[in-house]
């Protein structure tokens, strides 16, 4: 589950997250991340300028009140739901090696991942962490004719016209061949990603079993 | 489709030939304000690796450029009356008015039009064509047109440079360095055709107007710059100008390079400084690339602007960012100025993270053979290869040597075996059997109440010294930043109150919102802390360790003192720099006259808070010449976690710059720390000068 962390009360926040992980055997994995949308701030309440600041307490909060100080269920997990943080640039680095168990890449090439995840893990160094950050990464994809495709790209297109000139860099970045798949899990796995998550662009069931047969055939 | 270009420069008219030869049918128009034959500037250069891409998108242009071309393949470098010649560099130069020449007849041929004497006023005129493409160069005025939606920034690079040419052609690519009254003048120069060089001349602005160049002429700055290179001309050769002003490199990027029909190339969108020569390559790189998403997205111009986008901002990002590092270089080169020819070359060739070790052997062997024994030599002779030292004539330099992590470094009557230095986050114990020179600690608390968390170890817990590799504790006291949970799950988590032990910092402030309040450290306090540094100390020694650390680094109870952001005090240990440094040196006072004489001691600094209201440069690095004189011998070079927040920048090998800082301009030992994550890369660090030794941070 990822969400935007600083727009979220976070007792709430953590009891919510406890009953998931009770509710899913333990299988919660919280990422928070601080969003790209000034307006989800503002509609919010929230002050935009103090975010990375309430992030970083609100991770640790989040540990805190896992660990005794709050009322209503436990987590499963003996340390309460994994967090990972994302965010490129220092700051974001900081509070991920500082407060999390890891790090989510935003998408894009191989490139791109290897890049971030070396500074996510010289961040863990930096900040005295034993052991190594969590790898994630993520890619939009959509599998099938040429007109299905291009809905794929309309549709982030759509989700990301607040971004402007990035909405068809994102839609360009769209994996739309079975070969790119293949070509993009590879290459995550060799630059240390541990987990990829392949999220789909088109609302439809047949899309994941081609994706199943993207990856389930040979090479 | 009908393109307008404006600006006849390489990226434009190359542009302009590549879409004509795709389609003759798109009707292109070059408008350039100044004469076919007009030019500035000069040569270019391009390095080898750019050019299949040139052979590829247009090998008829490719052919006649090539032709042109002056090529070389060492590179000198002129410093201390000395040439020290590195091979393997292969780079062209080309006169920069024969490549438009080359690139104007080849459009013209295509039948692309071309209009020149053509002053652009506006760019409202273009905009009914299909596309507009801004190639108007650094002071482009399609990007000043449309800098709302394409968001540029311009920032002055603070040094000056001028481009002049030298009426004879150099060898090859040649960087002169020249000490003079007012400071260090370069000049970086290349052939460009059998007559000419292109001459950089590059100055620092204190140095640009202690020169009185400010105020001189054209003419007169001629004459002043030829006389500083005469001896490195030769007799009777001149230097050319051609409106050759000293300005300030601007350094030139746009969050967007497109908006609607309008679309930038080359150094309207972006520059690169020129000390790494990339310029025309990254504009004509745009040109191709550009011409060849329109392509592939035929009728779809918007898809077809962000492909281009998208391939090429990365590319030009990881050029510029090549570029800062370079030219960084080039403004702080004085502090190399004691290094020896050898070094000094070896230096400028490693600038970027770019080039390494192992690059450096695959174009020169010979040269690096040399620079390997040299290294052994001044490591194993005298004193060891301390910063600045030439060590010249002490010791016979070997015909062959291991690479310079490899070699060994003395430090008072310490002898590192290697630079290969390891500091895990953990059981340090597990390392001893690595092959690395010294295993650096985590943190070892001289008190119960200087623990980070309940698992930090204090002095009386550490097992005798291991023999073989050299162990250096870390020793320090954890200030406001103890009493926390082990780091398993994060850093600075607090216990719960009832496992909580009381902390002590310079200034009662919590180190965080969640984090309990210290007390200020009183002068009883201040008593108790430096008793427990030396008996820590003299027990350390009893163990048989035979150099330590004290901790002066983010932000536990000694930095608390240094830094501002942590310390508030209105006595004699708050304030300005001697006040802030006056605890910190009396612990150190103490226990380097508890140490053996002969045994060295180091120190882990933060030498930047990389917050705002931290410590300034000046101040970290006289406190570092401080330090060294109380008896430091050794500094590990750290940055950040005075404050929680903070900006770092975890880039390759982040933590070399830093350490140069130390090492050079204050002229101590030092250790690096921060992403060195091979033994190439240690050796380039260490070969380089830029550390003495190296933390390596393995996976």
Redesign the interface.
């Known amino acids: 589950m990822i969400l935007i962390g600083p727009l979220r009360s976070t007792a709430l926040l953590a009891k919510q997250a406890a009953s998931l992980d009770v509710l899913s055997g333990g299988r919660l994995v919280l990422g928070l991340g601080l969003g790209a949308r000034h307006d989800d701030y503002r509609t919010a309440g929230v002050d935009h300028r103090r975010r990375g600041r309430d992030l970083a307490q609100q991770l640790v909060r989040l540990r805190l009140l896992w660990e005794g100080e709050l009322p209503g269920p436990r987590p499963v997990q003996p340390d309460g739901p994994r967090l990972l943080v994302g965010g490129l640039g220092g700051p974001a680095y900081v509070r991920m090696a500082r407060y999390s168990d890891g790090f989510v890449h935003n998408g894009g090439p191989p490139r791109a991942f290897a890049a971030a995840a070396a500074r996510a893990r010289a961040a863990w160094i930096d900040a005295g962490r034993p052991g190594r950050p969590q790898l994630w990464g993520q890619a939009y994809w959509a599998l099938g004719d040429g007109a299905e495709v291009e809905r794929g790209r309309d549709e982030l297109r759509r989700y990301y016209a607040f971004a402007r000139g990035h909405a068809e860099q994102i839609a360009a970045g769209c994996l739309t061949t079975p070969q790119a798949i293949k070509d993009l899990v590879r290459a995550y796995e060799d630059e240390g990603c541990d987990e990829l998550v392949l999220f789909p662009t088109r609302p439809a069931l047949e899309q994941l079993e081609r994706l199943a047969d993207a990856l389930g055939g040979p090479g | 489709m009908r393109i307008d270009v404006l600006g006849g420069g390489p990226a434009g008219l190359y542009f302009a030939v590549l879409m004509k030869k795709a389609d003759p049918g798109h009707e292109i128009r070059v408008f350039e304000r100044n004469a076919p034959d007009a030019t500035f500037g000069f040569g270019v250069v391009f390095s080898e690796g750019s050019l299949d891409q040139l052979e590829d998108a247009d090998y008829e242009s490719y052919l006649r450029i090539t032709e042109s071309f002056v090529r070389w393949d060492p590179l000198d470098v002129r410093y201390w009356g000395t040439t020290t010649r590195v091979r393997g560099n292969a780079y062209s130069g080309i006169e920069r008015k024969q490549l438009l020449r080359i690139l104007q007849e080849r459009a013209r041929g295509l039948g692309v039009e071309l209009t020149f004497h053509h002053e652009i006023a506006s760019v409202e005129p273009h905009l009914d064509a299909d596309l507009v493409v801004g190639a108007d160069g650094a002071n482009s005025l399609t990007r000043r047109t449309f800098a709302e939606a394409l968001h540029p920034t311009v920032r002055l690079h603070p040094s000056r440079y001028a481009w002049f040419a030298a009426d004879f052609a150099l060898p090859v690519f040649t960087y002169v360095f020249r000490e003079t009254p007012w400071g260090l003048f370069q000049a970086h120069c290349y052939p460009y055709d059998e007559r000419r060089s292109t001459m950089v001349v590059l100055v620092s602005e204190p140095t640009w107007r202690r020169a009185g160049l400010d105020e001189m002429d054209e003419a007169e700055s001629l004459a002043f710059t030829q006389a500083v290179f005469q001896e490195d001309l030769g007799p009777g050769r001149r230097m050319i100008s051609n409106r050759s002003l000293w300005i300030s490199f601007p350094w030139i990027s746009c ?2 390079w ?1 908006h609607g029909n309008v679309v930038l190339v080359g150094d309207a969108a972006h520059t690169a400084h020129f000390s790494v020569g990339a310029g025309t390559r990254l504009a004509m790189e745009d040109a191709i690339a550009l011409a060849r998403a329109l392509v592939k997205w035929k009728g779809n111009r ?2 077809a ?3 281009y ?2 391939e090429r901002q ?1 590319a030009v990002e990881r050029m510029q960012e090549a570029a800062r590092v370079s030219a960084a270089y080039f403004d702080s080169l004085e502090r190399y100025l004691g290094f020896e020819p050898l070094q000094f070359t070896y230096q400028l060739m490693t600038r970027t993270p770019r080039i390494t070790h192992h690059n450096l052997a695959l174009r020169d062997p010979e040269f690096v053979r040399r620079v390997e024994a040299r290294f052994w030599a001044r490591a194993t002779g005298g004193d060891g290869a301390g910063p600045g030292e030439d060590g010249e004539g002490r010791a016979e330099t070997p015909l062959v040597a291991p690479p310079p992590g490899f070699a060994p470094l003395r430090l008072r009557s310490l002898v590192f075996p290697n630079r290969i230095a390891l500091a895990p ?3 340090w114990q597990r390392e001893l059997a690595s092959g690395a020179g010294l295993v650096l600690t ?1 943190l070892v608390a001289v008190s119960p109440e200087g623990r980070v968390s309940p698992e930090t170890p204090l002095a009386e817990d550490l097992p005798p010294a291991p023999a073989g590799v050299v162990v250096v504790p870390s020793l320090g006291h954890a200030g406001r930043r103890g009493a926390t949970r082990p ?7 607090p216990l ?1 109150p009832a496992e909580r032990w009381p902390l002590v910092s310079a200034s009662a402030l919590a180190y ?3 984090m309990p309040a210290p007390a200020e450290l009183d002068a009883e306090g201040m008593d108790r802390i430096v008793e427990r540094f030396v008996a820590a100390a003299r027990r350390l020694r009893r163990l048989g360790y035979r150099v330590l650390e004290l901790d002066l680094s ?1 932000g536990y109870l000694l930095a608390s003192f240094l830094s501002p952001l942590s310390n508030r005090r209105v006595d004699e240990h708050g304030g300005d720099l001697e006040e802030r440094l006056r605890f910190p040196l009396r612990v150190l006072g103490a226990v380097r006259a508890e140490w053996p004489e002969d045994l060295p001691l180091g120190v882990a600094v933060s030498i930047d808070d ?1 917050a705002p209201g931290g410590i300034a440069e000046d101040e970290a690095l006289e406190a570092v010449r401080r330090l060294a004189r109380a008896g430091a011998d050794l500094f590990r070079v750290l940055a ?2 005075t404050v ?9 090998l ?1 933590g070399a710059a830093r350490s140069d800082l130390v090492r050079n301009r204050c002229r101590v030992p030092t250790i690096a720390s ?2 060195i ?1 091979t033994l190439d890369e240690l050796h380039t660090v260490v070969a380089a000068g830029r550390a003495d030794l190296c933390v390596l ?1 393995l ?1």
């Open positions: 969050r967007s497109h918007e898809a602007l962000a492909e986008e998208l990365p986050a953990e059981d985590p780091r398993r799950l994060g850093v600075d988590l719960p965080a919102p969640w983010r990389l950040g976690q929680p927040e903070s900006r770092p920048d975890y880039g390759r982040y921060g992403r994550t941070d996976g």
